[in-house]
């Protein structure tokens, strides 16, 4: 009697194994491939970070003219005259938990290469009231100013449905759709202009250039690589394991 007991149970081991063997087989096609993957990932992220870190770094050179071709990070310092009959406020920008605005105002540059072409001039970031029906007042300059920045390319808008903008005034966006702009405003400057220094005070200015260092990627693909590592151990692990009972 007990040996059959102990054949049965025997055969019963047998009979678990395959299902062991294809659960592991199944976690070791699929989650390491892509932890290796999401690893390679953050070690392109970061040296895509590490580019733009390095081109804003070297762009030291102050145009007096907008170039023809739009090389992002590259300074200007231009002369010209504000366009106030339409100021862009792009929402739910917040600095320090705080929610706010950027305010984003067409310039007309003196010297610029195209006698028409007006350029997007990112004047800084302003906080938001309490009140979503009371809007910022921005008091700009009539007279010729002088500003320095750096050249910025818009990335394209994700947006389900588009903003209802008006004509003129204040107008409320969630994101420098320029497609859009350019239809509004004939010969638009492709980039905009972030300014380095406030030209208001009550604006702040100062931007990331990116939102996470290459640092940091670096740091998530040492975790993803280390996950892998541990996974492909423990299936190792196992495996052996199995065999040594089956045995």
Not at 14 to 27: E, M
Not at 81 to 98: M, Q, S
Not at 139 to 151: N, Y
Request: proline share 6%; net charge positive.
């Amino acid at each position: 009697m007990s040996k059959t007991v102990l054949k049965h149970a025997s055969m019963s081991k047998v009979q678990r194994l395959p299902l062991s063997k294809w659960v592991i087989v199944t976690l070791t096609v699929l989650l390491i491939p892509l932890l290796l993957w999401l690893g390679v990932w953050q070690l392109q992220r970061a040296a895509e970070k590490q580019q733009l870190l390095d081109r804003w770094n070297s762009a030291r050179t102050n145009l007096t003219a907008l170039p023809e071709s739009v090389t992002d990070s590259v300074g200007v310092h231009l002369r010209g005259r504000f366009v106030p009959e339409v100021i862009y406020l792009l929402d739910n920008r917040t600095r320090e938990g705080r929610a706010g605005y950027e305010v984003v105002v067409p310039f007309k540059a003196e010297k610029s290469m195209r006698e028409e072409r007006l350029v997007l001039v990112n004047l800084g970031w302003i906080a938001a009231s309490q009140y979503r029906d009371q809007l910022p007042e921005i008091d700009l300059p009539q007279k010729v100013v002088s500003l320095s920045g750096r050249l910025v390319t818009p990335s394209a808008p994700l947006q389900l449905l588009p903003d209802t903008w008006s004509q003129s005034g204040l107008v409320r966006i969630q994101q420098l759709d320029m497609t859009r702009l350019r239809l509004r405003h004939p010969g638009l400057y492709p980039a905009v202009i972030r300014l380095e220094k406030p030209l208001l005070p009550e604006l702040r200015v100062g931007w990331p250039v990116v939102t996470m260092l290459p640092e940091r990627h670096i740091g998530y693909a040492v975790q993803w690589f280390g996950l892998a590592l541990v996974l492909m151990g423990g299936c190792g692990w196992l495996i052996w394991h199995r065999r040594q009972e089956v045995l």
